[in-house]
Each structure stands twice: as C-alpha cells, then as structure tokens.
C-alpha cells in the first residue's frame, strides 16, 4: 500500500505540508524533481521527447514549435490520428481484452456495460462507418448531445476517426442552448438518444434535439435508444443508432491528420453572453492529455480511474476520452446523479468496481461533506490510493475532509488547475514528488511557465498580493489555436491585456512558496472592497472551516462607500440560522483575514443553485445581490433554490 508521510512546516502559517514515502516515491512514474529545471530549460526539447515517446505518428514532424504572434503551432508537418492512439494500438495489443470502459448506469439495477479495448474497437470502427455513410466527411462538424454513456465516447472517437471535428455539448443544456452552437459550428449531423436518467426518471432529450436543429445546418440526426420511451420522428432526417450500426462495415481506415488539425470544438461561456468555440488541434493536445493523464494520476495499468466529470466539459473530454485512453487505462463513466438511489452511491460504485483513483471537483467534496460521514461508513475504500479535484479552488476544510474520510490520510490529494482553454492540467504536485498543500495546486507542469503578474504587468512576488496567472510561452502544446470563426475575440480575450508573450488566464494567484501557486479564482470573483482586491475563494475558505457550515458561496454586492462588499450564502449542517451565528462567521472571516474582508451579509439558506455537474451558478447569486435579471436558468439542477433566494435577498423583479 502506497502512504505519504506528514511533514509539519511551523514558519509559512499553513499547518499541514505533505510530502509522498518512499514508497510511493519508488512506483511513482516521476519522482525526481530535477525534472522540472531540465524541462524548464528547453521546453521545446522536452515536448518533443514526450511526443515520441507517448503517440504513435504516421509521420514525424519536421518544425517542434513555430510562433507567428498570437498564434503558435506544435509537431509541425507531423502526421497521426487521435482515435488511432486512443483505440488501435491498445486493440493489436496486449490490452485487446483489458477493460476499457465500465459504463455504470441508471437505475442501479442494470448491469455496468464494460468494454474491453477491443470491443472498443470494433463500435468505433462501425460508427466512424456511419458517419460518413451519412455523408459526414474531414472537416465537417459535428455535434453530440450525448449524457454520460460510453456511446459519446464511441461517437467522439469515430469523429476523430474520419478527420471530423465534433462540438459536444451537455446533455442539460436547453434546445436554444444546443441550437445556437449547432449554428455557430454549421454542424453537418447531430448524435443524440431519445433519453436518458437521471433519479430514476426518465429524461426525453430527443425534444430538445429536435427543436434544436429547427432551421440549422444539420441534415441527420443519429438517435441511440436508451430508454425506449416514445419519441418524434423526422422520416429521413433522424435515424435509430442500432440499425445504421447493423449495416456498417466492420473497419474504418482512419485518416492522417496533420498534427494542427482540429480535433475538436467546445464551447465556453464569453463574455459577450454569446457562447464561444475553443479549438483544440490534434497532436498538441493529445500529447498533453496523454502526459498529464499518466503523470498526474500516476496511472498504471492495474488502476480503476474515475473522473466525475460530464462529458460536456472540457474535464470530460481530457480525462474520460482522450487522456485515459490514449494510456490504456480502465476507467469508470457513470450515468447518474451522486445521490441516487442514497447518499452513498458514490461510495458503492468506488467499492464495487475497485476504482484506485478518484477525481472529482471540491463542489461535490462539500456536498459529500454536508450529507454526513455515515454514508461512507460500511463501504470499502481502501482500494483508493489517489485522490484529485478539480474545477475551482479547494478550501482547507474541505481538502482534509477528502484526505482523512475518503483517503484514509494514505492518498496524495492532487489539487489540478487548468481551464477549457488550456486543454488539459497545467498546475499541481506530481504525486512522486509533492508537496500536497491544502489549499495550494503546486508548481507548473513540467515544460510550462506561469507567472502573477500586477495591474502594470510587472512580475509579483512572494508575500506579495494576489495577481494575474499568465503563461509565457513556448506555450503548452495542449492550448487552444483559436475561438472558432472568431479569431478577433481569440486575440481580444487572451493576447491583449498583457501583450502577445503572456496568455491572459483571468484567474487570480499569489505564491505560497517558490513556484507553487495559490489559486484564488476567477478574476470576476476577486472584489475591489475599498480599493482592496479580495478573493472570494478565500472568503468562502475562512467561513467553510466553521464546524457547522456545510457550504459556502460569497459574490460582490455593490455598495455605496467600498464599491464592492462580500455577500456569503451559507448552508448549515445541523444548527439552526440565527444572528448570533452570523455574527460568528462574521468575526471569523475577521479574525482569519482581516477587517476589510468582513462579510456585509450573512444569508442562511436550504440550497444554492448548482448544475447537474455540482458547480455553484455564482453568476446567478450576483445577479440576485445586484437586483439584475437572473437570465438563462435552463442548466440549474435545483431551480426553486432560486426562488427562495429571492425571497432571502429581497429581489424585486
């Protein structure tokens, strides 16, 4: 059994600072920190010895890097396939029959659909078949509006099969939603199902599906029968997964792509309220996904991995397609909701199917948190060794409830950062090497560079306030190469607030110690409280280590005098609301970061708004405080928290 030890740092104010055994240091596949300065002084170098070493190319490239500001490109001339990599070299190999995917469903009764590399293989082949009987060919788009079964993995390896980018877009989106990426990618098809489950109910999506390509470029709808409930039908536009599967040829050459070829497009939110379309390329990303899959969470191929994420988001496509796959590893895709039929299903299903490494976001850590120890009581974890989040800032509280009750304080928590944009992890501790810090992500991956840089963009320091996250070049392999059809908003967005030599993240920072980075959030959620920057995150971090608070989410209110002062939702684990507790919280935050970050209100509350992926909608909680139209609420799990919250807040419509 893998352990890390503890090492207690009493001069930096943070308590706890782990550190990886011996042991682990031994099986890890990195466990030198020398790696580190060696990539640092040729990245170039060091990302084309990854590249030979973990893709199998068609044809080398004939340039590593070349740069034409803002634009960059990687493996130039070289030649590969992404499903290739993913699919048929694991299918020739030794992994034939190794379990690829373990597609856990809902109900709970249904048996798990596990497929091997092999059987992998042969649904890709036949769908890659599909498509392009369907007339779908290289470049075209297409779109998928899948939930979490395997048959969006299949649908998205068949489009990187025949050289078609697909845009995937999550299954809880509404028809507007779905339709106006259609438009703006000009799909060619659609995949979808008549539905899906979600708490036992039946969900039809094929509505949504076909409102969606009302209009639209879209001349075929492929429809996979999940439920088999009753739905619309278009004759000759929509067509039944199984029967064009039935009469598709077995094997499907897969076309040579060139290295900056796009892979795929995912849409992001903009600030323009319109959504925007990353583009992913397909050697440089694939390289990083690789990498930073088998590095991260030391993957070996005894391992289970589960990664919680929907595969709507850009988490999904990296580490439930195209990163554990490109490895050969097993991994666990679960249809359902974390709390059905109970509490612990998240628990069982890491018992029943041996899962060795978990990632999931701090979001569900909390409400994992909040529903009790109980439920992880009686089920076996042991089997675990590493333990990641991702998708925001952990707080301290939240990071040692992960580490002591889920890990049994045997795993390594791996705090990742990165964004839709950076394609894959870009800062955290490599499990061989460390430090595991609460609240901390760690250094660059190796062959990266970030800086915090001020307002003016000079260079911060340690002890210095929070500041801009920005990535000097060679840039990573895995970034994006541009917003699709949009290259203005691509240069708008990323290379002009400090210049074409420092991608613009809009993420706070601050050192905690020689090139480890505190995240501190999102730079629309870092407040100018009289004239002061302030973090959020470290707002909700100071209330969340309240012993009776089980979540905590705090957006700027206007004000008056400051410009801008903390408003703290809270959701109690037992104790009752009252004043005297507010002022509680309140003197906390005082004490643990000072005056000027004291809440200007406390607000108790059953629920906060969340996605059915667990993400708190901070946007509509400041569009509350503010008094300003909620707008699109169609993606809320829980949309009558919204209601009561106006209630709590004194909205007026």
Same mark, same amino acid.
């Given at each position: 059994?893998?352990?890390?030890?503890?090492?207690?740092?009493?001069?930096?104010?943070?308590?706890?600072?782990?550190?990886?055994?011996?042991?682990?240091?031994?099986?890890?596949?990195?466990?030198?920190?020398?790696?580190?300065?060696?990539?640092?002084?040729?990245?170039?170098?060091?990302?084309?010895?990854?590249?030979?070493?973990?893709?199998?190319?068609?044809?080398?490239?004939?340039?590593?890097?070349?740069?034409?500001?803002?634009?960059?490109?990687?493996?130039?001339?070289?030649?590969?396939?992404?499903?290739?990599?993913?699919?048929?070299?694991?299918?020739?190999?030794?992994?034939?029959?190794?379990?690829?995917?373990?597609?856990?469903?809902?109900?709970?009764?249904?048996?798990?659909?596990?497929?091997?590399?092999?059987?992998?293989?042969?649904?890709?082949?036949?769908?890659?078949?599909?498509?392009?009987?369907?007339?779908?060919?290289?470049?075209?788009?297409?779109?998928?509006?899948?939930?979490?079964?395997?048959?969006?993995?299949?649908?998205?390896?068949?489009?990187?099969?025949?050289?078609?980018?697909?845009?995937?877009?999550?299954?809880?989106?509404?028809?507007?939603?779905?339709?106006?990426?259609?438009?703006?990618?000009?799909?060619?098809?659609?995949?979808?199902?008549?539905?899906?489950?979600?708490?036992?109910?039946?969900?039809?999506?094929?509505?949504?599906?076909?409102?969606?390509?009302?209009?639209?470029?879209?001349?075929?709808?492929?429809?996979?029968?999940?439920?088999?409930?009753?739905?619309?039908?278009?004759?000759?536009?929509?067509?039944?997964?199984?029967?064009?599967?039935?009469?598709?040829?077995?094997?499907? $050459?897969?076309?040579?792509?060139?290295?900056?070829?796009?892979?795929?497009?995912?849409?992001?939110?903009?600030?323009?309220?319109?959504?925007?379309?990353?583009?992913?390329?397909?050697?440089?990303?694939?390289?990083?996904?690789?990498?930073?899959?088998?590095?991260?969470?030391?993957?070996?191929?005894?391992?289970?991995?589960?990664?919680?994420?929907?595969?709507?988001?850009?988490?999904?496509?990296?580490?439930?397609?195209?990163?554990?796959?490109?490895?050969?590893?097993?991994?666990?895709?679960?249809?359902?909701?974390?709390?059905? #039929?109970?509490?612990?299903?998240?628990?069982?299903?890491?018992?029943?199917?041996?899962?060795?490494?978990?990632?999931?976001?701090?979001?569900?850590?909390?409400?994992?948190?909040?529903?009790?120890?109980?439920?992880? $009581?009686?089920?076996?974890?042991?089997?675990?060794?590493?333990?990641?989040?991702?998708?925001?800032?952990?707080?301290?509280?939240?990071?040692?409830?992960?580490?002591?009750?889920?890990?049994?304080?045997?795993?390594?928590?791996?705090?990742?950062?990165?964004?839709?944009?950076?394609?894959?992890?870009?800062?955290?501790?490599?499990?061989?090497?460390?430090?595991?810090?609460?609240?901390?992500?760690?250094?660059?991956? #190796?062959?990266?560079?970030?800086?915090?840089?001020?307002?003016?963009?000079?260079?911060?320091?340690?002890?210095?306030?929070?500041?801009?996250?920005?990535?000097?070049?060679?840039?990573?392999?895995?970034?994006?190469?541009?917003?699709?059809?949009?290259?203005?908003?691509?240069?708008?967005?990323?290379?002009?607030?400090?210049?074409?030599?420092?991608?613009?993240?809009?993420?706070?920072?601050?050192?905690?110690?020689?090139?480890?980075?505190?995240?501190?959030?999102?730079?629309?959620?870092?407040?100018?409280?009289?004239?002061?920057?302030?973090?959020?995150?470290?707002?909700?971090?100071?209330?969340?280590?309240?012993?009776?608070?089980?979540?905590?989410?705090?957006?700027?209110?206007?004000?008056?005098?400051?410009?801008?002062?903390?408003?703290?939702?809270?959701?109690?684990?037992?104790?009752?609301?009252?004043?005297?507790?507010?002022?509680?919280?309140?003197?906390?935050?005082?004490?643990?970061?000072?005056?000027?970050?004291?809440?200007?209100?406390?607000?108790?509350?059953?629920?906060?708004?969340?996605?059915?992926?667990?993400?708190?909608?901070?946007?509509?909680?400041?569009?509350?405080?503010?008094?300003? #139209?909620?707008?699109?609420?169609?993606?809320?799990?829980?949309?009558?928290?919204?209601?009561?919250?106006?209630?709590?807040?004194?909205?007026? $419509?």
């Amino acid at each position: 059994m893998r352990e890390i030890t503890k090492w207690v740092v009493e001069d930096t104010g943070q308590k706890e600072v782990f550190w990886p055994s011996e042991e682990m240091k031994r099986l890890a596949w990195v466990n030198d920190a020398s790696l580190y300065r060696q990539a640092d002084e040729d990245p170039v170098a060091f990302w084309a010895e990854r590249a030979r070493e973990g893709l199998d190319w068609f044809r080398t490239w004939d340039e590593t890097y070349r740069r034409d500001p803002p634009y960059f490109k990687w493996f130039v001339g070289g030649k590969l396939n992404a499903c290739y990599n993913c699919v048929d070299r694991h299918a020739k190999s030794w992994r034939r029959n190794k379990a690829a995917i373990i597609g856990v469903r809902e109900p709970t009764g249904e048996p798990a659909k596990t497929l091997t590399y092999h059987d992998l293989y042969r649904e890709v082949n036949r769908f890659a078949n599909v498509l392009k009987d369907l007339g779908v060919g290289r470049g075209d788009r297409v779109s998928i509006y899948l939930p979490m079964i395997p048959e969006a993995q299949i649908a998205m390896l068949a489009c990187a099969r025949i050289g078609a980018p697909h845009s995937v877009v999550f299954s809880a989106f509404s028809a507007d939603s779905l339709k106006d990426r259609i438009e703006d990618a000009g799909s060619k098809a659609l995949v979808t199902c008549d539905g899906y489950y979600r708490r036992g109910r039946a969900v039809n999506l094929k509505d949504n599906a076909d409102r969606a390509v009302e209009g639209t470029t879209v001349a075929h709808v492929v429809v996979f029968r999940r439920t088999g409930q009753e739905v619309d039908w278009v004759e000759g536009r929509d067509h039944w997964w199984h029967e064009l599967m039935e009469g598709a040829e077995p094997y499907c $050459e897969p076309e040579v792509m060139d290295s900056e070829d796009t892979l795929y497009i995912l849409y992001t939110s903009g600030t323009t309220g319109r959504p925007k379309g990353v583009i992913h390329t397909t050697g440089g990303y694939l390289t990083q996904a690789y990498w930073t899959t088998k590095w991260d969470f030391d993957l070996h191929d005894e391992d289970v991995f589960w990664c919680t994420s929907d595969i709507g988001w850009v988490t999904g496509h990296t580490y439930n397609v195209y990163g554990p796959l490109s490895v050969g590893a097993t991994q666990i895709f679960y249809e359902g909701a974390p709390d059905f #039929p109970d509490r612990g299903r998240v628990w069982e299903i890491i018992e029943r199917h041996g899962v060795t490494v978990f990632y999931t976001a701090p979001t569900l850590i909390r409400m994992f948190m909040g529903w009790g120890d109980e439920w992880l $009581e009686g089920h076996d974890l042991t089997g675990l060794r590493l333990l990641a989040t991702v998708g925001e800032p952990i707080s301290r509280d939240a990071w040692m409830w992960y580490f002591e009750q889920v890990g049994g304080c045997r795993c390594p928590v791996i705090d990742t950062w990165w964004q839709t944009e950076t394609g894959s992890t870009l800062i955290n501790a490599l499990p061989g090497i460390g430090p595991f810090i609460p609240t901390v992500a760690g250094r660059s991956f #190796p062959g990266t560079r970030h800086e915090i840089l001020d307002d003016r963009g000079e260079a911060l320091g340690l002890g210095d306030d929070p500041g801009y996250l920005v990535q000097r070049g060679p840039f990573g392999p895995g970034m994006l190469r541009g917003i699709f059809g949009n290259p203005a908003m691509y240069e708008e967005n990323y290379w002009t607030r400090f210049g074409h030599d420092a991608y613009f993240s809009s993420d706070g920072a601050r050192y905690f110690s020689e090139g480890n980075f505190r995240l501190t959030g999102r730079l629309d959620d870092v407040m100018k409280v009289a004239g002061h920057r302030l973090s959020a995150a470290e707002v909700e971090n100071a209330i969340a280590t309240h012993p009776d608070v089980a979540e905590c989410a705090v957006v700027p209110a206007p004000h008056e005098i400051k410009g801008e002062t903390p408003w703290a939702f809270v959701r109690l684990k037992d104790r009752e609301p009252s004043d005297e507790l507010a002022k509680e919280l309140t003197d906390q935050v005082v004490k643990v970061l000072g005056p000027t970050c004291r809440p200007e209100r406390i607000v108790f509350t059953a629920a906060v708004p969340r996605t059915r992926s667990g993400k708190i909608m901070r946007r509509i909680l400041k569009s509350l405080v503010r008094n300003e #139209p909620v707008g699109d609420t169609t993606t809320i799990e829980n949309p009558e928290s919204v209601e009561d919250l106006k209630t709590l807040v004194g909205y007026k $419509e």
